[in-house]
């Protein structure tokens, strides 16, 4: 944040990774009056060229170490495949710079807890890219039921359910060495979000999966995620990519205490074509998760208060782990304290 004529007020942003996902990440960038994109790095030189003469002829590199020592380069976006989180991590935090990480934090608990120690030994920010917060309708019911409005939460049911997104079988999410399975990769922001809303400790997850779009899938496009809480308080969760058709996109939470309950219907804020090939529904006027996001990890970076303490983050990735060992057994997994 520092240039030659003395202090920039603008944050300088190297994004790692330039995937479809880098391209909201970049959008906010460009968008914030106190960001600055400092350079692109991927693995592939040709990605990253193209990435770079897609945004203004940034500086890039297929070498993070080689970009994380540019001038100008204060913190990064990692957008990277989530096996590849530890490693960037590591190599961030050992350049001095914060870090904003797609979610989940790291594909095993042993590395997420790695990270928050390399990021809080150097009292640097890192945070989680759990979007979800971010977007209004996850904010609203964090601040409802904050302020009492349903009383002491005791039941909470999310469901995010949509139908397939991935380019092809060769996507790299649908590799669970590569993403640790849908649990980690999409789960876990409902594992975030009612956790975040309950308030209260997760003792233990029993989860169901299911391989709804094809046999041979190696992940599950579709999960059943129930939490328990320290307090009693119980989250039921339901996360599809496997749902038609392919368009689909539906998503409502109910909120259930012992002074009320508060419910979301995703059929408030859609709306339903009925049209000569069909129905639809019509794209949904919502705040933008990725610009909310990054002003508030701007403002971290800052000084300013952490939108997502690293180790809730740490939390929704030990979760997960967790729904997968479940799924796998069968069985409930108790949540270590």
């Given at each position: 944040?520092e240039?030659?004529?003395?202090?920039?007020?603008?944050?300088?942003?190297?994004?790692v990774?330039?995937?479809?996902i880098?391209?909201?990440?970049l959008?906010?960038?460009?968008?914030?009056?106190?960001?600055?994109?400092?350079?692109?790095?991927?693995?592939?030189?040709?990605?990253?060229?193209a990435?770079?003469?897609?945004?203004?002829?940034a500086?890039w590199?297929a070498?993070?170490?080689?970009?994380?020592?540019?001038?100008?380069?204060?913190a990064?976006?990692?957008?990277?495949?989530n096996?590849?989180h530890?490693?960037?991590g590591v190599?961030?935090?050992?350049?001095?710079?914060?870090?904003?990480i797609?979610?989940?934090l790291?594909?095993t608990?042993?590395?997420?807890?790695?990270?928050?120690?390399?990021f809080?030994?150097?009292g640097?920010?890192?945070?989680?890219?759990?979007?979800?917060?971010?977007?209004?309708y996850?904010?609203?019911?964090h601040?409802?039921?904050?302020?009492?409005?349903?009383?002491?939460?005791?039941?909470?049911?999310?469901s995010?359910?949509?139908?397939w997104i991935w380019?092809?079988?060769?996507?790299?999410?649908l590799?669970?060495?590569?993403?640790?399975?849908?649990?980690?990769?999409?789960?876990?922001?409902?594992?975030?979000?009612?956790?975040?809303?309950?308030?209260?400790?997760?003792?233990?997850?029993?989860?169901r999966?299911?391989?709804?779009?094809?046999?041979?899938?190696?992940?599950?496009?579709?999960?059943?995620?129930v939490?328990e809480?320290?307090g009693?308080?119980?989250?039921?969760?339901?996360?599809s990519?496997?749902h038609?058709?392919?368009?689909?996109?539906?998503?409502?939470?109910?909120?259930?205490?012992?002074?009320?309950s508060?419910?979301?219907?995703?059929?408030a804020?859609?709306s339903v074509?009925?049209?000569?090939?069909g129905?639809?529904?019509l794209?949904?006027?919502?705040?933008?998760g990725f610009a909310?996001?990054?002003d508030?990890?701007?403002t971290?970076?800052?000084?300013?208060?952490?939108?997502?303490p690293?180790?809730?983050?740490?939390?929704?990735?030990?979760?997960a782990?967790?729904?997968?060992?479940?799924?796998?057994?069968?069985v409930?997994?108790?949540?270590?304290?």
């Open positions: 944040m240039s030659s004529s003395g202090y920039n007020p603008r944050v300088g942003v190297l994004v990774g330039t995937g479809a880098a391209e909201l990440h959008a906010a960038v460009h968008r914030h009056p106190d960001a600055e994109l400092a350079g692109v790095v991927d693995l592939v030189p040709a990605r990253a060229a990435a770079a003469r897609a945004n203004g002829g500086p590199s070498d993070l170490a080689e970009a994380l020592a540019w001038p100008g380069v204060d990064v976006i990692a957008c990277a495949p096996d590849a530890a490693e960037i190599a961030v935090a050992a350049a001095g710079k914060h870090l904003l797609e979610k989940p790291a594909t608990v042993d590395d997420a807890h790695r990270l928050v120690a390399a809080a030994e150097r640097l920010i890192l945070t989680a890219a759990h979007t979800h917060r971010h977007y209004e996850a904010r609203s019911v601040a409802a039921i904050a302020a009492g409005a349903v009383g002491l939460p005791r039941l909470i049911r999310l995010v359910l949509g139908g380019p092809d079988w060769r996507a790299w999410v590799d669970p060495a590569k993403s640790g399975g849908h649990e980690l990769h999409n789960g876990v922001h409902l594992l975030d979000l009612v956790t975040w809303w309950m308030g209260d400790r997760p003792t233990r997850v029993f989860a999966g299911r391989k709804q779009t094809a046999a041979e899938l190696e992940i599950h496009d579709y999960l059943e995620l939490v809480f320290e009693g308080g119980v989250a039921v969760c339901e996360m990519r496997g038609r058709p392919a368009t689909l996109g539906y998503r409502d939470v109910l909120a259930v205490g012992d002074g009320g508060l419910a979301v219907p995703w059929d804020a859609a074509l009925f049209g000569e090939s129905t639809a529904l794209p949904v006027a919502e705040s933008d909310t996001q990054l508030a990890w701007l971290a970076v800052r000084g300013g208060p952490d939108p997502m690293a180790a809730e983050a740490a939390l929704a990735v030990t979760l782990v967790a729904a997968r060992r479940s799924i796998a057994d069968g409930p997994v108790e949540v270590a304290a």
